[in-house]
């Protein structure tokens, strides 16, 4: 199941539009299960409009990197990377301890060669309601639960523990609150490429301050500061904008307006500390963390900024590891 989700996500960011009419991650939405405590989008057809995205497809047309199962899968599947899928959208649901997760994916499928492909990986079909669905090899599969692929249509392809995806291929359902509520209170924006909402679960919130002791290196007291403020988060939300610059904003609710201010204070020495050591190492950056800004209303605390895609460029150029093992030469 790990392969095929990594296959789809890596196609939907790298697959360019196309004139059919898949699935919108808004109607997407009206499927999320009811009880799922996090949910992530991307909206890759509004991705691969930006100019630097095209330009790095252009350069990686091919399945780099890809071993022989996967591109076989893929020949098989009659799925190509760069072309096929338009949105997915994540969810992940917790039932007592178990955690487990739905992706559904829209684009366009073939149904008879992707049931070809996925036979040939050792999936066993059945039916799930009126659809055609397969359970896949269990081998990378760690659930109690057996994982489930059905393809409601050619523009749609649902993976996750068959509970989940019996959920989501559902009659559609109002959008879950969670989403609405995060919504509704500004925190994200339905349009943006990419998003997130989240409940922290009660047991991350308590070993806060366990898991804060464990923090060490260069730099730790800062990090453990936030990190043993997160404790007190409930819910967290963060979206992306891709124009000239990488713009991020993420908004993290406390239990207390006290508690909001007392993460906004760790967050903001974090981001001084950030910026002290950044003046040695990335100098570029220290402009990028001065302009973050770090605010609180009430329980919400929200933090925004903008990284430049030239400087995101130099500094990949700068990090990108070198066949040889020797410094690359700038």
Not at 84 to 106: I, K, N, P, Q, Y
Not at 295 to 321: C, I, N, Q, W
């Amino acid at each position: 199941m790990k392969r095929l989700l990594v296959v789809l996500m890596v196609m939907a960011v790298t697959t360019p539009f196309a004139a059919a009419a898949p699935p919108t991650i808004g109607e997407m939405l009206h499927s999320v299960p009811v009880g799922a405590q996090a949910v992530i989008a991307v909206d890759s057809a509004a991705l691969r409009t930006h100019p630097k995205v095209q330009e790095w497809l252009l350069r990686h047309q091919s399945w780099t990197g890809a071993d022989q199962d996967l591109r076989r899968f893929l020949s098989d599947a009659g799925l190509d990377p760069v072309r096929d899928v338009d949105a997915m959208v994540v969810a992940v649901l917790r039932d007592g301890g178990e955690t487990g997760a739905v992706a559904l994916f829209s684009g366009r499928y073939d149904p008879d060669s992707l049931a070809v492909a996925l036979v040939k990986q050792g999936a066993q079909p059945f039916t799930l309601g009126a659809h055609r669905a397969y359970r896949l090899p269990s081998s990378d599969h760690h659930s109690d639960e057996t994982a489930v692929l059905v393809q409601p249509s050619p523009e749609l392809v649902i993976v996750g523990e068959g509970s989940a995806v019996q959920a989501a291929i559902a009659p559609p359902h109002a959008v879950i609150p969670l989403i609405e509520s995060e919504i509704a209170a500004g925190h994200i924006d339905p349009r943006a490429p990419f998003w997130v909402v989240a409940v922290v679960p009660a047991e991350a919130r308590e070993k806060a301050g366990e898991v804060s002791e464990h923090v060490h290196g260069e730099g730790s007291e800062s990090v453990r500061s936030v990190v043993f403020a997160s404790g007190a988060v409930q819910r967290v939300a963060g979206q992306a904008f891709l124009d000239e610059s990488l713009r991020f904003s993420g908004v993290a609710v406390a239990d207390t307006s006290e508690n909001a201010e007392l993460l906004r204070d760790a967050v903001k020495g974090a981001i001084a500390a950030a910026r002290l050591h950044a003046q040695g190492q990335a100098p570029e950056l220290v402009n990028v963390l001065r302009e973050i800004v770090v605010r609180v209303a009430g329980t919400d605390l929200s933090v925004s900024g903008a990284v430049p895609l030239a400087l995101l460029e130099k500094l990949a150029a700068e990090h990108k590891p070198c066949l040889s093992g020797a410094k690359p030469q700038l």
